[in-house]
C-alpha cells in the first residue's frame, strides 16, 4: 500500500491533493489545524477507496512533532511526504508593517517545520534508501515582494532548502521536489492584497504537483507566464525589479499614520 503524508490539508491546495491521491490502495495521513474541515476530507477520500488516518497536532512544537513524524515512519518511512502547511501575513492596509509576533509565528510553520520535517523525514528515508519529500514554496521566493516580506523570506528558505536536501539524499535514492505556485484560488489568496494574474484553481495545481512529484523533477513552478516573469525579478537589477513591481501595483500603499491599522494574519493550513 502506497503511504502519503500531507500536511495542510484543510487548505484549498492541501484538500485537492488529498482528493488527487485518494484511491483504493492508499493510505493517506492527513494534517490539518481546522478539525471539522479535515474530518470532512478525511470522509470524502475514504469515499474514494483510500485509507485514512488523521492528526491536528502543532507541527511548531517539537515535542509533538518529532514523536508522530518517527511514527510515521514505522516499520518504514512514508513514500510521499507534502509538507504544504503554511500562512501568509501583510503589511497592512495602510502599509504600517507587519506585526513581529505574527511574522515570528509565519517563520516558524513556514519555514522552521519544514526544516524540523526534512530533517526528520531526510535521515529515515536514507537511511531506507526510498521516498520522496516535496516542499511548498513560491514564485515570491525569486524576489521578495514589499506588500508579503516575511512571507517572501520563509519561502525563499523553503526554495534554498528544498535544493540542498535534493543535493544531499540524491544519491541515496530519496527524492525532493519543490513547489513554487503563483496564485491559486483559495481563500487566503483573495484576502491578500495586490493583483492576482494567471489565477488557477486548486485541482489544476494539484495535478500539476503530483506530476512533478511523480518524476522527482527539482522544481515545479506554475503558470509559466508568472514563473518567467518572477525568474526574471531575481535576475534583473533590485532596482528595476522594484520599479516593475510598483508599476505592476505590488508597491506599499502610502503611509496614513492616523489610520493605521494592525495587518491582519492569514492561515491556509
Not at 488529498?18 to 489545524?33: D, E, F, M, S, V
Not at 488516518?53 to 512514508?78: F, H, K, M, R, Y
Not at 510553520?109 to 511548498?136: T, Y
Request: overall charge neutral; proline content about 7%; charged content about 20%.
Amino acid at each position: 500500500m502506497t503511504r502519503i503524508v500531507i500536511t495542510g490539508a484543510t487548505g484549498a491546495i492541501g484538500t485537492a491533493l488529498a482528493l488527487h491521491y485518494a484511491a483504493p490502495g492508499k493510505h493517506l495521513t492527513l494534517h490539518g489545524r481546522r478539525e471539522s474541515v479535515l474530518d470532512d476530507v478525511a470522509n470524502q477520500c475514504r469515499e474514494r477507496g483510500a485509507e485514512v488516518t488523521v492528526s491536528g497536532i502543532d507541527l511548531t512544537d517539537d515535542a509533538a512533532l518529532t514523536p508522530w513524524l518517527e511514527a510515521l515512519c514505522e516499520p518504514s518511512p512514508p513514500d510521499l511526504v507534502i509538507v504544504n502547511a503554511g500562512m501568509n501575513i501583510n503589511i497592512g492596509e495602510h502599509g504600517e508593517g507587519e506585526a513581529w509576533d505574527e511574522a515570528s509565528r509565519l517563520l516558524a510553520i513556514n519555514l522552521r517545520v519544514p526544516m524540523a520535517m526534512g530533517n526528520v523525514l531526510g535521515k529515515r528515508m536514507r537511511a531506507a534508501g526510498r521516498g520522496q519529500l516535496v516542499f511548498m514554496s513560491s514564485l515570491a521566493a525569486y524576489h521578495g515582494l514589499a506588500l508579503t516580506p516575511s512571507y517572501s523570506a520563509s519561502k525563499a528558505g523553503v526554495k534554498a532548502y528544498a535544493e540542498g536536501l535534493r543535493g544531499w539524499l540524491g544519491p541515496s535514492g530519496v527524492g525532493v521536489t519543490v513547489v513554487m505556485p503563483g496564485y491559486v484560488s483559495s481563500k487566503m489568496c483573495h484576502e491578500m492584497p495586490g493583483p492576482k494574474p494567471f489565477l488557477w484553481q486548486p485541482e489544476r495545481a494539484a495535478k500539476r504537483i503530483a506530476a512533478g512529484a511523480a518524476r522527482n523533477s527539482a522544481r515545479v513552478s506554475f503558470p509559466f507566464p508568472l514563473d518567467f516573469g518572477c525568474w526574471w525579478l531575481a535576475v534583473l537589477p533590485a532596482s528595476i525589479s522594484q520599479w516593475l513591481l510598483a508599476k505592476l501595483d505590488y508597491s506599499p500603499p502610502a503611509a496614513n499614520v492616523d489610520n493605521a491599522e494592525r495587518p491582519e494574519e492569514r492561515r491556509h493550513d
